[in-house]
């Protein structure tokens, strides 16, 4: 049985660390965990009810022999229900089963299950301990590691929240594999990123086994999975609070964060960030920082992979700019974009990892691709 183990320190150099566990027995390692870093500890686990149908009975059962017994909220999935009353909902629920301090929190289930969990336990009697378990794949590579936790508002994603380290993180590639297909493949943006911003080496071997990825291959996800968190690890070790560096994640995400919205959310949040990739990769083009051969090829792997193109996006550009000026990389409510100069290589205009790009381009790069 392979395992990986990325450990991650933040600050850089700080004794505090956390371990991210790539296993199949992710579920047996969270509970042995739990019972020897919490032993007096109550367990307030959150999954919604889409997880809870598959991954849920796992981790109860790897519970069974254990002390600590969770207590299960679930939640309704979803990014239309990833708002404060969600989260307000969480903390009551386990104010009213009269949990306190020895809390510790269990986030089992994707992205947004992760994030509001995350912000919930950071609220929760002024900050208690949580253990990230995620089962999507843009959660397991990219939103369980580096402690981003928050929620949505009507002014636009993730723009209330605080940042809040785990106490680990256990990712079970298998888990992977009970996915709908179009979450899976949408999921895959997020490794596409890791690759275009830093990692050319990954951005080939996407290419080269794409059909073994489409499939599943559960040999092949640890490796990739694992090495997506090392990407993260290394960025926000350097970085905790996005004050530079860390902004290089949101690669695609200025775009694809407006693209989501303007769907009301109803659009998957892999597709909406692929779609982000390939309009900023073309931005980036426009403003002859990105090579047409290099835009190419991304936008070649975004529809081997099945993440873009297929859909009509029917895009009113006026609406998605002024969403983008909602980003929070926006500076005096100008919308600044995070850009690529080469496969594997983030722009950088003197100290900054973000420009901005004048409406003019972003609207004529959004009327080129349907």
């Known amino acids: 049985m392979k395992r990986s183990v990325v450990t991650v320190r933040i600050p850089a150099g700080s004794a505090v660390t956390y371990d991210v566990a790539v296993t199949t027995r992710a ?60 989260v307000e909902n969480i903390v009551d629920i386990f104010l009213s089963k009269r949990y306190g301090r020895d809390t510790v929190f269990i986030a089992l289930g994707g992205g947004v299950v992760g994030d509001m969990t995350g912000f919930a336990a950071s609220l929760f009697a002024r900050g208690v301990p949580f253990i990230q378990m995620p089962t999507s794949v843009v959660s397991m590579v990219d939103a369980s590691v580096g402690g981003k936790t928050g929620v949505d508002t009507r002014h636009g994603k993730n723009l209330i929240g605080v940042f809040a380290q785990p106490s680990a993180v256990f ?118 920082i990105l090579p047409e051969s290099d835009v190419g090829q991304i936008r070649g792997l975004l529809s081997q992979l099945g993440i873009v193109g297929k859909r009509k996006l029917r895009l009113d550009p006026k609406r998605i700019i002024e969403f983008t000026k909602s980003d929070k990389k926006s500076l005096l409510g100008e919308a600044r974009y995070v850009l690529i100069n080469g496969i594997g290589s983030v722009h950088r205009d003197g100290r900054r990892y973000s420009i901005p790009v004048k409406d003019d381009i972003v609207r004529k790069v959004l009327s080129e691709v349907e």
């Open 171 to 288: 990712a079970d590639p298998s888990l992977l594999l009970t996915l709908p297909d179009g979450e899976y493949r949408f999921g895959l943006s997020e490794v596409v990123k890791h690759a275009l911003i830093c990692d050319k080496q990954l951005f080939g071997q996407l290419r080269k086994n794409g059909t073994r990825l489409l499939a599943r291959d559960t040999v092949l996800l640890h490796d990739v999975i694992a090495r997506n968190i090392a990407i993260k690890k290394a960025v926000v070790e350097k970085d905790e609070r996005e004050g530079g560096l860390r902004q290089i994640l949101n690669f695609g995400h200025t775009i694809g964060h407006a693209i989501e919205r303007n769907s009301n959310y109803r659009m998957n949040h892999g597709e909406a960030v692929g779609y982000g990739i390939l309009y900023e990769s073309l931005i980036a083009r426009e403003l002859e």
């Open 27 to 86: 579920c047996e390692e969270c509970a042995a965990f739990t019972a020897k870093r919490f032993p007096d500890s109550r367990i307030a686990l959150v999954t919604d009810t889409n997880v809870a149908r598959f991954a849920l009975p796992k981790l109860l059962s790897a519970f069974a022999g254990n002390r600590q017994k969770p207590f299960v909220h679930v939640i309704p999935a979803g990014e239309r229900h990833k708002h404060l009353r969600t």
